[in-house]
């Protein structure tokens, strides 16, 4: 019998083939730009750090000023020599994320997650590799792209999508997740073929962040919110659903803000929750009160351990399947009936 008292609850889960102590992991952010917060993130509780993204452009960008810089030092030796400090500001950017990487995995006990960003096949998936070898535990993918074009169609993107996959695949031995978008037309099928391409885990979702327009200058301006634990509902539905459908984790990653939302993502079928905007706005110290908050819960409804919970709440799981489906659509919207004002 599971006595509390005597008995602390199980929070460790795996996640990627990692063995991790608790599901909370940071996911990819300024939080891990540093060294020492990276420790810090350690020391109140975090079970593995997801590292902030290299981003196809940033090493498309070196190879493109490197081609220019050499091509113009053929043509005067004294001329390239003035192109240098350039060249050589552009050329560090990747080659110090690897360094920077290197560091952190130094410095911390806890597995490292190396991030690559980026959307088309092309010369720069070799930096998975890289990353690979500056000693990254495994390696998160996040496949961003905005098509604009009326002439790609959705299928020649999800090909290019899965070619990416495979590339990356074919370049590295760790485990690899894919960060998608929730803007697939049928995710359950696109996930499974991310999957048989090489994908060992899936982190739902990518959070887009969309341009505002400044009405006064006026200009098309940056704008980044952070979440709040409203946009746990939309990764939540889809792991509940993919959860036992597809060979691979789940890492849910939107709206993760406290212990609930933890063990909601748990149910639905993750294997860690992911967090940034919660650590962002309030400290990285919310990570040691969510574990408590996570260990109290547990014991006060006498649940073991984490893996006891996983799925419960899936699809698979629930008595009404239908509720994370179309029919739950019609519900939600008839409840204001009788709110009218
Ligand atoms: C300031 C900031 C920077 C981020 N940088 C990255 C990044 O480099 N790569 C990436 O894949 N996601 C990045 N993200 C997205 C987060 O990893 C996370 O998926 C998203 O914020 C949703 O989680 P949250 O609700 O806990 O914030 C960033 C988010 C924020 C707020």
Same mark, same amino acid.
């Given at each position: 019998?599971?006595?509390?008292?005597?008995?602390?609850?199980?929070?460790?889960?795996?996640?990627?083939?990692?063995?991790?102590?608790?599901?909370?992991?940071?996911?990819?952010?300024?939080?891990?730009?540093?060294?020492?917060?990276?420790?810090?993130?350690?020391?109140?509780?975090?079970?593995?750090?997801?590292?902030?993204?290299?981003?196809?452009?940033?090493?498309?960008?070196?190879?493109?000023?490197?081609?220019?810089?050499? /091509?113009?030092? !053929?043509?005067?030796? %004294?001329?390239?020599?003035?192109?240098?400090?350039?060249?050589?500001?552009?050329?560090?950017?990747?080659?110090?994320?690897?360094?920077?990487?290197?560091?952190?995995?130094?410095?911390?006990?806890?597995?490292?997650?190396?991030?690559? +960003?980026?959307?088309?096949?092309?010369?720069?998936?070799?930096?998975?590799?890289?990353?690979?070898?500056?000693?990254?535990?495994?390696?998160?993918?996040?496949?961003?792209?905005?098509?604009?074009?009326?002439?790609?169609? /959705?299928?020649?993107?999800?090909?290019?999508?899965?070619?990416?996959?495979?590339?990356?695949?074919?370049?590295?031995?760790?485990?690899?997740?894919?960060? $998608?978008?929730?803007?697939? !037309?049928?995710?359950?099928?696109?996930?499974?073929?991310?999957?048989?391409?090489?994908?060992?885990?899936?982190?739902?979702?990518?959070?887009?962040?969309?341009?505002?327009?400044?009405?006064?200058?006026?200009?098309?301006?940056?704008?980044?919110?952070?979440?709040?634990?409203?946009?746990?509902?939309?990764?939540?539905?889809?792991?509940?659903? $993919?959860?036992?459908?597809?060979?691979?984790?789940?890492?849910?990653?939107?709206?993760?803000? /406290?212990?609930?939302?933890?063990?909601?993502?748990?149910?639905?079928?993750?294997?860690?929750?992911?967090?940034?905007?919660?650590?962002?706005?309030?400290?990285?110290?919310?990570?040691?009160?969510?574990?408590?908050?996570?260990? %109290?819960?547990?014991?006060?409804? %006498?649940?073991?351990?984490?893996?006891?919970?996983?799925?419960?709440?899936?699809?698979?799981?629930?008595?009404?399947?239908? %509720?994370?489906?179309?029919?739950?659509?019609?519900?939600? $919207? +008839?409840?204001?009936?009788?709110?009218?004002?």
């Amino acid at each position: 019998m599971f006595d509390p008292i005597t008995t602390p609850v199980d929070l460790t889960t795996t996640y990627l083939g990692l063995q991790l102590k608790n599901p909370l992991v940071v996911s990819a952010s300024p939080l891990s730009k540093k060294v020492d917060l990276v420790r810090r993130l350690e020391d109140a509780g975090a079970a593995a750090v997801v590292l902030y993204s290299l981003f196809e452009e940033q090493i498309t960008h070196e190879c493109h000023e490197l081609d220019h810089f050499l /091509s113009r030092a !053929t043509e005067t030796y %004294a001329e390239a020599l003035s192109y240098f400090p350039n060249l050589k500001r552009y050329n560090l950017e990747p080659d110090s994320y690897l360094e920077h990487l290197h560091r952190v995995k130094q410095a911390v006990g806890i597995p490292v997650i190396g991030s690559l +960003n980026g959307a088309s096949p092309g010369g720069w998936v070799e930096y998975a590799r890289k990353i690979e070898q500056a000693g990254a535990d495994a390696l998160e993918l996040n496949i961003y792209y905005l098509p604009t074009d009326r002439f790609i169609s /959705s299928g020649e993107l999800e090909e290019n999508y899965i070619a990416l996959v495979r590339d990356v695949r074919a370049q590295v031995g760790i485990p690899i997740a894919l960060k $998608l978008s929730p803007f697939f !037309t049928s995710l359950p099928y696109m996930a499974a073929r991310f999957v048989d391409a090489g994908a060992d885990g899936l982190v739902l979702f990518n959070r887009f962040y969309q341009p505002d327009i400044d009405l006064e200058t006026p200009e098309v301006v940056p704008s980044l919110a952070l979440s709040t634990s409203q946009d746990l509902r939309l990764p939540l539905r889809w792991i509940a659903i $993919l959860y036992g459908r597809v060979a691979a984790d789940l890492a849910l990653t939107a709206g993760v803000h /406290s212990a609930r939302d933890v063990l909601k993502a748990m149910m639905a079928g993750a294997s860690v929750a992911m967090l940034a905007s919660e650590l962002l706005a309030n400290g990285i110290g919310r990570l040691t009160e969510i574990l408590a908050d996570l260990q %109290a819960w547990m014991e006060e409804y %006498a649940y073991e351990s984490i893996e006891q919970m996983r799925g419960s709440m899936s699809q698979r799981a629930v008595a009404e399947p239908s %509720a994370f489906e179309r029919a739950n659509y019609m519900k939600a $919207l +008839n409840s204001f009936d009788n709110r009218l004002p």
